[in-house]
């Protein structure tokens, strides 16, 4: 399967301000996904990153509030726009281990906002 | 609205027990399922997929029913490792939807 590096692992910050999580794939991926996890809940997916186009977002997820960089086929980016507290949790990125095999996630991004 | 619901337990179990979840889904287009295992504070991590024709793997088993819209993941023998929260999942190529996981606790 798939490896994932995902930083930061967590942090915290101030409300009004942005964060930038960076997902590295050590194989060439078509789709990377982004998915939030709130505490108790399950993962909710943000958006899909294709390499060349523009994402993909679920209902509920902008892309002012967060926007996403796909420029290869390794590497991903997602931003944590305006932060307010209600956007305190966990985000991970993951990708599809070929069809039918599940997907590989990262360690995950725990974010604070204070 | 196309979900995937499970029983979020807490299931606890004592040590050597058998155990089972079930988790149900809406859409009846899916055509891939998935248990994941969660261990607090990681991230998920694929467990088993799961098939009509069932898929064992150890103490474990997964299996799928598509007349019913289910899947589910049976433990034998609970290990205090199996500890966890279990998710399952469904869906077709690039849209999996994941259940909101059941947690686990098996005691000595």
């Known amino acids: 399967s798939a490896v994932i590096s995902q930083k930061p692992s967590r942090d915290i910050c101030q409300r009004g301000t942005s964060l930038t999580i960076q997902c590295q794939v050590d194989?060439?991926?078509?789709?990377m996904f982004w998915y939030r996890q709130q505490p108790g809940q399950s993962l909710t997916l943000i958006a899909t990153?294709?390499?060349?186009?523009?994402?993909?977002?679920e209902s509920g997820f902008v892309i002012d509030k967060f926007p996403i960089s796909r420029p290869n086929l390794t590497f991903s980016t997602l931003t944590v726009s305006n932060m307010s507290p209600e956007d305190s949790s966990i985000y991970l990125c993951?990708?599809?281990?070929?069809?039918?095999?599940?997907?590989?996630f990262g360690s995950g991004t725990r974010l604070t906002v204070v | 609205r196309k979900e995937v619901e499970q029983d979020p337990g807490p299931f606890n179990v004592p040590e050597g027990a058998t155990v089972a979840f079930n988790c149900t889904y809406s859409?009846?287009?899916?055509?891939?399922f998935f248990w994941y295992r969660q261990d607090c504070r990681k991230e998920p991590k694929l467990l088993m997929s799961?098939?009509?024709s069932g898929n064992e793997d150890g103490r474990f088993t997964a299996q799928l029913n598509r007349a019913s819209q289910y899947i589910s993941l049976l433990i034998r023998d609970s290990k205090l490792s199996d500890s966890a929260t279990y998710l399952c999942?469904?869906?077709?190529?690039?849209?999996?939807?994941f259940g909101k996981g059941t947690k686990l606790s098996v005691k000595p």
């Open positions: 990153a294709n390499q060349g186009s523009e994402a993909t977002y």
């Open positions: 194989s060439q991926v078509t789709m």
């Open positions: 999942t469904g869906g077709s190529q690039g849209n999996l939807i």
């Open positions: 993951s990708v599809e281990d070929g069809i039918g095999y599940g997907y590989t």
């Open positions: 859409n009846s287009a899916s055509q891939s």
């Open positions: 799961v098939y009509s």
